[in-house]
């Protein structure tokens, strides 16, 4: 794929590729191709590297919100099994009430009704 130009002389121009100077040509090959064997491509490197930290930081991000997420969710279930429970106390609570004014009489076990045939 070399092509090398010759000399008046007939000899052959030596760097020369495709009537570019061999540097010139690896820059553009490598620009064209994706090379990282020029010279042309430490940009590319930097903006590779600072990338892959933006991806770290990222990823270390991600992970925080997880956890914030998580955390929140097992307050949440906490704070709702809490409310659960202490319904369920409230209602035994109500039902005891109601059966202790049911049965509520005097001392005798007599109810309200009873005690007041017995004054008369």
Known sequence: MRSEEVSVSGEPIRGLVYGYLEKAYQ????????????????????????????????????????????????RERRRLRQQRSSDGCDQQGDENDKSDKESEGDENGKSDKESEGDEE
């Open 27 to 74: 820059k553009k090959k490598s620009w064209y191709c994706g090379s990282s064997s020029s010279s042309f491509d430490g940009g590319y490197r930097e903006t590779i590297s600072a990338m892959e930290s933006k991806i770290a930081y990222l990823n270390a991000e991600l992970a925080a919100v997880a956890e914030r997420e998580n955390k929140e969710r097992r």
